[in-house]
């Protein structure tokens, strides 16, 4: 049984949404090897875009991330941030992906994230060892680079009109939703405090 | 009827065991709140140490942290480190109880953690915007103060002699264990290959 997904298809819409909702431990049953090894960044970066957009559509922050093994181009973890899904206080997109990958070594892969990491995740990253990190949205949150590339890791910036389109309009609607889920709740306090 | 923990019992090892053990949400069924109220900061730095244990008792690396509010004394988020029991590759003490506190404002509680926070963990702690973190093992590991007293956050060590024994064991132990924690499984090939 050939997968839904092989190297006769096409990597389109359909299919990189697909992607984003599938277990990752059932990628394998969605596509084949040969369809993983075509996949461009632009494509896991338009992953990660659509499990932001799956976020947004459940009520929550619209990031999303994706880990990449360098070589054979397979998904090892994949996810989106869940503080309004989970009531959880940091799962950002860069933390859920790192969580749905497990105790693995990250040096030969890529991590994939919809936007620009915050501190704790950009800190994250450098002590798990990756290898390099692509950011698709630079335009909503400034790239923090420095802290990476003085640990070897390679940062690339590879935006997707698509996640950065959503973010800017996700902050528009929840302005506090969004402040919490950067610096915490007692931010989104003391901002109505001196209101 | 009276909890188990009230204000005539004891704060021995046998009740602090027990609220390490006890679902936070379950913890008003254990103890009252004037029991909450009488507890000392050591009191809860060694609830702290019984979570470490029950993570080593499990295979885990032993470290475990008690969320405190600073006025009522009321526990509100603990855990430990469970790198190996949900193969969970960055989940410490301190990102377990603040995962447990849930989407609450950290301004006005205590970060009680029986060991040294992490780099991740601290970007965590000042980003989640806590009033004081207490250290209950500076020996095993440095306490690295700066980026939490630059923000405003109060630190203070007080060390628990059974959380420094336990944690000197496991790192003898387990060291490749005790390193992955840190640093990742990369460091740990790192280091088998240079062997």
Redesign the interface.
């Known amino acids: 049984m050939k997968p839904l997904l092989n190297k006769q298809t096409e990597k389109n819409a359909a299919a990189l949404s697909a992607i984003a909702h599938m277990p990752t431990k059932s990628l394998s049953i969605l596509m084949d090897k040969e369809f993983a090894r075509d996949m461009t960044d632009a494509d896991f970066m338009r992953v990660a875009a659509f499990l932001a957009q799956k976020s947004y559509d459940e009520g929550g922050c619209p990031i999303g991330a994706v880990i990449v093994d360098n070589g054979t181009r397979q998904i090892l973890g994949k996810g989106h941030n869940t503080?309004v899904q989970e009531?959880?206080?940091?799962?950002h997109g860069e933390?859920a992906a790192?969580?749905d990958?497990?105790?693995?070594?990250?040096?030969n892969t890529s991590l994939f994230t919809s936007l620009s990491p915050?501190?704790?995740c950009t800190?994250?990253i450098y002590?798990?060892?990756f290898g390099r990190v692509v950011v698709g949205d630079a335009t909503n949150a400034p790239v923090n680079s420095a802290p990476l590339q003085e640990r070897g890791i390679q940062v690339d910036i590879l935006e997707d009109s698509r996640a950065v389109e959503l973010y800017a309009r996700f902050r528009a609607e929840k302005p506090n939703q969004d402040l919490?889920d950067?610096?915490?709740?007692?931010?989104v306090?003391n901002k109505a405090a001196s209101e």
């Not at 009531?87 to 799962?91: L, R």
């Not at 990958?101 to 040096?107: E, L, P, V």
């Open positions: 503080l009531n959880h206080p940091y799962n933390t790192i969580r990958a497990g105790r693995i070594d990250f040096s915050c501190d704790v800190t994250l002590m798990r060892g919490e950067w610096q915490g709740l007692s931010a306090n």
